[in-house]
């Protein structure tokens, strides 16, 4: 489950584990700001006992939504090389496995050139970091200027980068409205052959697995409780026991309305396997 870290970082391990998970991901600060503190010694410390007490692992970091590492400002692609640099560095502090980057929209100019610059500023970011965190690539729902919502995209970024990048998260609600439609076996299939042919099967390191509030196809970044949307439950089930998927660590990320929305959906899902 995606936790809340309101109160302090570490009561996020204690919220996954009093929902019987034992993999989570978080925020490491206010997703919506530049700004960030830094994380106490006591605080850091805090983490790594409790995560290991409670046996949480993987950690995922997912970062700020600010950064844009395609942005067409070159302040804008400064701030989001700094911001990313301190999202590896938080998670080194935290001991968290992963970190997890949208990596870039650029609405107003051509997909294969901001591709290019979203490269060149990751390089940026990563080249001298010697961080054990490893950063995947997430694939987006395909929003106009989107530059990573189709496999074969991410593949470009991924197959420029090498060892710097350690795999891809897939979101089921982006695939889904990107186009790829796992409400039907052969939406999964499709998706999953494209893995298979570009990036290879072991580069998935994280299923982002949520429902869609809208159809297939419409590039809304909608999330939707698990079976209450439109890939609904067949398709989930067939999507997460796909052979491709199937050991792969999940994380949902379904709305939080009320305090029981995160126990029913897990629920939901643990009816899956
Ligand atoms: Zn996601
Ligand atoms: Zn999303």
Redesign the pocket.
């Known amino acids: 489950m995606h936790t809340s870290i309101a109160g302090g970082l570490h009561l996020s391990l204690e919220r996954a584990h009093e929902l019987r998970c034992t993999t989570m991901q978080i925020f490491s600060h206010n997703p919506r700001g530049w700004a960030v503190k830094e994380i106490s010694g006591k605080d850091r410390e805090l983490f790594h006992r409790l995560k290991k007490e409670l046996d949480i692992s993987p950690v995922y970091i997912h970062t700020s939504y600010l950064i844009n590492m395609a942005s067409q400002s070159k302040i804008l692609r400064r701030k989001s090389i700094n911001l990313l640099k301190e999202e590896m560095e938080r998670a080194d502090a935290l001991g968290a496995e992963y970190v997890i980057l949208h990596t870039g929209s650029a609405a107003h100019d051509d997909k294969k050139a901001a591709r290019k610059r979203a490269v060149h500023a990751l390089e940026a970011a990563l080249k001298e970091g010697m961080w054990q965190a490893g950063l995947l690539l997430e694939n987006t ?1 395909g929003a106009k200027g989107d530059i990573t919502s189709e496999v074969a995209e991410l593949a470009e970024i991924q197959g420029k980068l090498g060892s710097l990048v350690a795999g891809v998260c897939i ?1 089921t ?2 695939a889904f409205q990107a186009g790829y439609n796992i409400k039907k076996p052969e939406g999964t299939g499709q998706l999953a052959e494209e893995i298979e042919k570009y990036l290879g099967r072991d580069s998935v390191k994280l299923i982002h697995l ?1 429902d869609s509030k809208a159809d297939t196809g419409h590039h809304r ?1 909608r ?1 939707e409780h698990i079976g209450r949307g439109y890939i609904g439950t067949k398709g989930l089930k067939a999507f997460v026991r796909h052979e491709m998927f199937l050991n792969v660590p999940i994380i949902l ?1 379904t709305p939080k309305k009320t305090d029981t929305d995160d126990i029913r959906n897990l629920k939901a899902v643990r009816k899956f396997f």
Request: charged share 40%; net charge negative; glycine share 0%.
């Open positions: 729902a979101d609600c982006h949520n970044d999330h990320e």
